[in-house]
């Protein structure tokens, strides 16, 4: 298992609410966004994407990535992260969290909501966007 550092998983955060824009067409960006491209020409932009999430969400370690992940979300990144992405694409970056955090912790579903429950006074939409994944379970 991975335990990738807060910075790595806010890149991977960053790199699935940022839009493709005219920078992927000219050949820059990451690789995820140069595949994402690829992928919207195909018609193929969210079976990819699940696939790609998927994999990232098995190599990682449970605990360790949840916890930051639900610091993640109490505390998202100033604005000088990654052009304000968290506050740019605020819809995407919640969404993706929301759903990284569900799967991830279905993998240990006791573990992920006794921290829900730990937090129960610190309700955000990103935790309230799990809390309903883990309902409608």
Not at 7 to 30: C, D, K, T, Y
Not at 82 to 100: C, F, N, S, V
């Amino acid at each position: 298992m991975i335990k990738l550092s807060k910075e790595q998983i806010l890149e991977f955060l960053a790199e699935l609410a940022a839009p493709v824009s005219p920078e992927i067409f000219a050949g820059f960006g990451s690789e995820f966004q140069r595949n994402r491209y690829e992928w919207e020409k195909q018609n193929q932009e969210l079976e990819k994407e699940e696939e790609y999430i998927s994999v990232w969400i098995k190599e990682q370690e449970v605990q360790h990535t949840l916890d930051i992940l639900l610091e993640i979300a109490h505390n998202p990144p100033e604005r000088d992260f990654y052009d304000g992405i968290a506050q740019r694409r605020q819809l995407d970056w919640e969404y993706y969290l929301a759903l990284i955090i569900y799967q991830l912790g279905i993998r240990d579903r006791v573990l992920l909501i006794s921290k829900l429950e730990a937090n129960n006074d610190n309700i955000n939409s990103i935790i309230a966007s799990v809390k309903e994944y883990l309902a409608d379970d």
